[in-house]
T-cell receptor, first 112, second 110 residues
C-alpha cells in the first residue's frame, strides 16, 4: 500500500486565481511526478523530480510550476488558473530500487 | 511510433471468460514492465509487474512477456464485473521514467 497524499481532492475556483495542489509521500521515495489526465483520456506527465532541488518538465507542456524543497513534498502551483486547466492532477512517487510508480488519489480541479 | 501502444478497445467479455489485453513497446532495452488498473474517476493502481521473459501469475492475473517480439500481455481469467476498468501498460521510456500506454477499456458483462 502506497502512502502518498494529495490535497485538496476536489477544488472549484474562479479564473485568475492562484492555486497550489499539495502532494506528500511518507515512503522516502526520491522520485516524484505530476500527471494530468482528463476523463477517459491518457495520462500525461507534466513534471517530475529525481530529488531535492531537482525538477524537470514532462512530455506535456504545462503552465504550472513545481518545487521540491523536501524529499516528501512536491507541490504544484498554477499562478493564474484558466478554464483550460480543468482536469485531474495525479501525484506519484517511486523509489530508487525500481521503477514501480505509486499514485495518490488525485486532485480534481475545476476552473470556472 | 509511440513508445508504448495498446489497443484502446473497448473490449467486452462475458463474465467468467478470459480477457486478453495486449501491449507493444519500442525500446528493446526495456527491462521492466507494469500493468496498472484504473477504475473510472480513480487513480491507477499497480496490479502486475514482470521482468523476465515468460509468464508470471498472480491469482486470476497472468502477465506474459516476449522481449524478442517487444510484446507484453495481461490475461484475466474468470473475468468478473468488478474487473471492468481501464488497464494501462507501462514501460520505462527514453527519459528514464515510466511511459504509459493510452489504456484498454475492459467491460465484463454479467
Amino acid at each position: 500500500e502506497a502512502d502518498i497524499y494529495q490535497t485538496p481532492r476536489y477544488l472549484v475556483i474562479g479564473t485568475g486565481k492562484k492555486i497550489t495542489l499539495e502532494c506528500s509521500q511518507t515512503m522516502g521515495h526520491d522520485k516524484m511526478y505530476w500527471y494530468q489526465q482528463d476523463p477517459g483520456m491518457e495520462l500525461h506527465l507534466i513534471h517530475y523530480s529525481y530529488g531535492v532541488n531537482s525538477t524537470e518538465k514532462g512530455d506535456l507542456s504545462s503552465e504550472s510550476t513545481v518545487s521540491r524543497i523536501r524529499t516528501e513534498h512536491f507541490p504544484l502551483t498554477l499562478e493564474s488558473a484558466r478554464p483550460s486547466h480543468t482536469s485531474q492532477y495525479l501525484c506519484a512517487s517511486s523509489g530508487t530500487a525500481g521503477n514501480t510508480i505509486y499514485f495518490g488519489e488525485g486532485s480534481w480541479l475545476t476552473v470556472v | 511510433q509511440k513508445e508504448v501502444e495498446q489497443n484502446s478497445g473497448p473490449l467486452s467479455v462475458p463474465e467468467g471468460a478470459i480477457a486478453s489485453l495486449n501491449c507493444t513497446y519500442s525500446d528493446r532495452g526495456s527491462q521492466s514492465f507494469f500493468w496498472y488498473r484504473q477504475y473510472s474517476g480513480k487513480s491507477p493502481e499497480l496490479i502486475m509487474s514482470i521482468y523476465s521473459n515468460g509468464d508470471k501469475e498472480d491469482g486470476r492475473f497472468t502477465a506474459q512477456l516476449n522481449k524478442a517480439s517487444q510484446y507484453v500481455s495481461l490475461l484475466i481469467r474468470d473475468s468478473q464485473p468488478s474487473d471492468s476498468a481501464t488497464y494501462l501498460c507501462a514501460v520505462p521510456g527514453s527519459a528514464r521514467q515510466l511511459t504509459f500506454g493510452s489504456g484498454t477499456q475492459l467491460t465484463v458483462l454479467p
